[in-house]
């Protein structure tokens, strides 16, 4: 009797959030501007956890201590033309998906952009193929080298015969303007380009701009200033795979990206306006300012720094 009693009082409270939570999440819906970006994953390519790491850094993750991170996308919404893109096919597309879309929606995505062809870019697109959605023509955008990359191998060779995802061609610098009033222009950057070259975006909406960049070798091998760049823009998602030298037991030339320190030295005499556009994305699991509520987080947010959250809208 006491045990029975003990179920329906934690049957009414389970039900009295699922309902606050419910309301929440419809308000929120409506609430939400009517074009904006999302955060749908901030980890770099592998992850969060990753795979076989021992280390505390993902221990907290299976002692449920730290959420589960998805791999860098973004999303961008306009509920006015209830059109929707993805920013990446990441191996996480499928709750990517899932956390953009509305109940309401009937369409799962209107197009994708691809940076470039390092496994956590572009894998996702798997998912739209025979063996799961069956999609149909969704537009895929991709720079000439990605584009034939995908059209020569497989299994990427069997989404275009079958007629799953359509290729639309980009070119450096030229805007693709959709028709909800959004352009997304990609700009080449120096990156480890083994099967493709690679962008980053300049993403313009109704009233905000924003630049996506991220993976990018060493911001001085970039032919722009990232400063100038950030300074005209509203929001800046940046490569902040690691926060500094010696992060990873391997040697860090092999993989190099501006470390967080040396993109806060950048920045150290530029007014706070400007260093608050800044959004770092792209984070190893190695990268202490992945962890929620981490020092290293709390640091950089002192120095007006934002760290991307998962799930997270910035008004275009
Ligand atoms: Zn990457
Ligand atoms: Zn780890
Ligand atoms: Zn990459």
Redesign the pocket.
């Known amino acids: 009797m006491h045990l029975y009693k003990k179920y329906k009082v934690l049957l009414l409270i389970a039900l009295l959030l699922s309902g606050v939570f419910l309301s929440f999440s419809i308000l929120s819906n409506n609430n939400s501007p009517k074009q904006y970006i999302q955060v749908l994953g901030i980890a ?2 592998g992850g969060y956890p990753h795979i076989g790491c021992q280390k505390t850094c993902c221990q907290l993750y299976y002692e449920g201590k730290q959420s589960k991170k998805f791999v ?1 996308s973004l999303g961008i919404v306009d509920r006015r033309h209830n059109t929707k893109y993805l920013i990446e096919a990441t191996p996480d597309i499928i709750d990517q998906i899932r956390l953009m879309n509305h109940e309401s929606d009937s369409n799962i995505i209107d197009g994708i952009f691809l940076t470039h062809a ?1 496994i ?2 572009y894998t996702g697109l798997m998912y739209l193929g025979r063996e799961a959605l069956g999609a149909k023509n969704i537009p895929v955008y991709a720079m000439p080298k990605m584009a034939q990359f995908l059209q020569s191998n497989g299994p990427w060779s069997q989404l275009l015969s079958l007629k799953n995802i359509q290729l639309k061609s980009m070119t450096h610098q030229k805007p693709i303007v959709l028709h909800s009033g959004l352009k997304i222009t990609p700009f080449l950057v120096p990156h480890r380009d083994e099967f493709s070259e690679t962008v980053g975006f300049f993403i313009e909406g109704k009233s905000k701009k924003a630049l996506f960049i ?2 990018i070798d060493k911001w001085h091998l970039w032919e722009k200033n990232i400063v100038d760049e950030v300074q005209k823009v509203d929001y800046a998602f940046i490569d902040a795979t690691f926060f500094s030298a010696g992060e990873i037991p391997r040697p860090m030339s092999e993989v190099p990206h501006p470390f967080i320190d040396e993109t806060i030295k950048r920045f150290e005499n530029e007014s706070i306006e400007t260093r608050s556009k800044i959004i770092f994305i ?1 984070l190893n699991h190695s990268n202490p300012a992945l962890l929620d509520n981490h020092p290293s987080k709390k640091r950089l947010e002192s120095l007006g720094y934002q760290v991307a959250q998962q799930g997270a809208i910035f008004e275009l």
Do not use: C, L, S, Y
Request: aromatic share 0%.
């Open positions: 770099q390519d860098t390092h956590g870019h991220p993976d792209h």
